[in-house]
């Protein structure tokens, strides 16, 4: 009778031993599951820095009038600055843009040979966007790409069209597209709304 009984008790113990490792091995998967779920959630943005992530990822956002930089800016850098206007808010009409102008000169002029002519322009240039900073951020950071679009769209500019208001405007226009399509090429966004010329010289 002794020998069935420690048969029967034998393989009690081997089902406890499996039962044994496998809960080992499922609490292994559980904790391994659980120290990459949470390192792909940190790295994700979804927690310790995900308003960064959220921010980065929004893209440019539009500056209401009422937001407008104003006074006192260093030229070129697009800030405004703080305390300038004296607490009293800025002259209100009728008309005007409904987004403040977010404006940037670029420090280097450009100089550039003319279309079929012996002659060549320098201009001056700063933009203007809508949006927050981060389109002037773009700008900076893809400097040398924007400068050589103006560089190539001024020297496709022709003599008759440097010397006439509507020549002017247009090459404007043509300039904005040019920065508009680089960034949109590096960025994924353009937001440049108008280029101005800060400096024009035919000679």
């Known amino acids: ?69 104003r006074g006192g800016g260093a030229a070129g850098e697009g800030e405004g600055g703080s305390g300038e206007s004296h607490g009293k808010a800025p002259p209100k009409g009728s008309g005007g843009e409904k987004f403040a102008s977010n404006y940037y000169a670029m420090e280097k002029e450009f100089t550039s040979n003319l279309q079929d002519s012996v002659h060549f322009v320098q201009v001056g240039i700063a933009i203007s966007t809508p949006y927050d900073d981060t389109v002037i951020d773009n700008l900076k950071t893809n400097e040398i790409a924007v400068r050589s679009a103006i560089l190539m769209t001024l020297g496709d500019t022709s003599e008759e069209q440097v010397f006439t208001v509507e020549g002017k405007t247009q090459l404007q226009r043509r300039l904005a597209k040019a920065i508009n399509d680089t960034l949109k090429e590096k960025e994924g966004f353009g937001g440049v709304g108008n280029v101005y010329f800060t400096n024009f010289v035919v000679q």
């Open 1 to 69: 009778m002794s020998d069935p009984a420690e048969d029967v008790k034998a393989p009690k113990k081997k089902g406890g031993l499996m039962k044994k490792l496998m809960l080992g091995i499922g609490l292994l998967v559980l904790v391994g599951g659980g120290v990459g779920a949470g390192l792909y959630a940190s790295n994700s943005g979804l927690f310790g820095g995900g308003a960064h992530a959220e921010s980065a990822a929004s893209g440019p956002k539009l500056v209401p009038k009422s937001e407008q930089k």
